[in-house]
């Protein structure tokens, strides 16, 4: 079994622990190791010549908003429990998305069996920098408790 001496380190033990949805925050690294299940999935668009597709997921603790590209739109689907290791939150395009990035590592690891909350959803708070380290955000406000994108599942 695995103990860490300080419960909200990224690291444990020289590895990356699981981080759950409630506790991440946005940053320019690709340092979140977490798992969750695709509620939802929005219709494929293309930037350029590459795919891409907005998903609501979410594990026990919240719902965010989480960015497929390229052949992820099509390798995944709702339902899916993905495991995702070395992913980023951070703005894309004005939208505050966790995704893969270029580091991260996407992982299908089950089906429908996982449980979750769809509140609060990570991408509807606003962020604010911290007055005492600017390489860290704040949470100031809940812009809206659900997804603005998807609705609600009843």
């Known amino acids: 079994m695995l103990l860490c001496r300080f419960q909200n380190s990224l690291y444990c033990d020289g590895r990356m622990k699981m ?23 929005g219709k494929t668009t293309l930037e350029g010549q590459n795919k891409v597709c907005l998903a609501l997921v979410a594990d026990e603790t919240a719902a ?3 960015q497929l590209w390229g052949d992820e739109c099509d390798a995944f689907d709702s339902g899916d429990i993905i495991h995702l290791t070395n992913g980023i939150f951070s703005y894309q395009r004005s939208n505050l998305v966790l995704r893969a990035g270029k580091r991260g590592k996407l992982e299908k690891i089950g089906e429908f069996t996982m449980s979750y909350v769809e509140t609060p959803n990570m991408s509807e708070i606003h962020w604010v920098q911290d007055s005492t380290n600017s390489k860290k955000y704040m949470q100031e406000r809940v812009i809206s408790p659900y997804s603005h994108i998807f609705p609600p599942i009843l």
Do not use: C, E, M, R
């Open 64 to 66: 965010v908003h989480f």
């Open 19 to 41: 981080i759950v949805l409630k506790d991440i925050v946005p940053a320019a690294q690709n340092n979140i190791d977490t798992k969750f299940i695709i509620l939802d999935k």
